[in-house]
């Protein structure tokens, strides 16, 4: 058999490891997306609330369980996923793209051993990028991205990080083998590490992509993320840059939950190494 033979004779994962990595990266996060998306709404709602109430009448706090129903009873249960289908195109990209790289990083060209540890409101896309665009300008499209970046590293820090180090730890200093049990300790870990880590930075864009802006696109009550931390430090306490920090780290907890289990299951299932 010849060297063409034999590579088009191997299963895919051994052919296209990096491609078939990010596919299963990929669906396990839309499927992780979907489960708790209105956990995510829900917490956006809780967020900009301390603006509302600045700007205009004071508005009730009624918690996560309550704003997720007074959802529901006055806009429709359907309104709990809108704006989904963005978020799902999202984590295709973003979450295919952090996992390969993360595992590339950790695997080749920091050179982990195997068995060790290593702790290192639209109606839909086409409306909302319309929408954007006709009242912010092409840098609406941009809003908040210094603080998008600026969340992404802490989260991915808190949510890889930990989950590869407490299931290396778990393997190499328990009776625990590598099965759900394990995944899902590990997963827990890390939710509650990238919620504690990333909930200032989600407050502070939350509020700058919320603003209002000029014609040019410039937002009128912010000039950076610096500036955010520092109005809602001095408006509203320390304390309210974990606002939402509850109903964030139970957004995250199962995302993170539901994204691994899938994650590790598809990888078992198709051939690849856990990861």
């Known amino acids: 058999m010849s060297p063409a033979e034999e590579e088009r004779s191997l299963p895919l ?65 359907r309104k709990l996923w809108q704006g989904a289908t963005p978020a799902v195109y999202r ?6 793209v952090r996992m ?15 068995g060790e540890s290593f702790p290192l409101w639209f109606r839909g896309v086409h409306h909302a990028f319309l929408k954007i665009l ?19 590293a802490l989260v ?11 299931k290396h730890f778990l393997l190499l200093n ?9 995944h899902s300790l590990s997963s827990a ?12 930075a989600d407050v502070v864009k939350t509020r700058i992509m919320n603003q209002p802006r000029d014609k040019q696109g410039k937002g009128l009550l912010y000039k950076s ?18 606002k939402g920090f509850i109903p964030t780290w139970m957004r995250m907890a199962p995302w993170s939950l539901v994204f691994w289990l899938t994650y590790e299951q598809i990888r078992k299932m198709c051939g690849v190494s856990s990861f």
């Open 174 to 182: 328990t009776t625990l083998v590598d099965n759900s049990v394990t």
């Open 91 to 96: 984590h295709i990209v973003y979450t295919g």
């Open 189 to 200: 870990c890390s939710g509650l590490v990238a919620a504690v880590l990333g909930t200032p």
């Open 13 to 77: 994962p051994e052919r296209w490891p990096r491609a078939s990595k990010f596919a299963l990266s990929a669906c396990a996060a839309a499927v992780a997306e979907l489960v708790t998306f209105p956990l995510d709404l829900t917490k956006t709602r809780l967020q900009i609330q301390g603006e509302a109430a600045v700007a205009g009448p004071a508005v009730p706090y009624r918690g996560m369980l309550r704003t997720a129903a007074g959802i529901a009873q006055e806009e429709g249960l």
């Open 225 to 242: 993320s610096m500036d955010c931390l520092i109005q809602t430090v001095q408006g509203e306490g320390f304390l309210s840059l974990y």
């Open 100 to 114: 390969v790289t993360y595992e590339h990083l950790r695997d080749s060209v920091l050179g982990r051993v195997e």
């Open 156 to 166: 991915n820090m808190g949510d890889l990080t930990t989950y590869d180090s407490v």
């Open 134 to 152: 006709s009242e912010g300008g092409v840098r609406g499209l941009w809003a908040g991205w210094v603080p998008n970046v600026q969340r992404a």
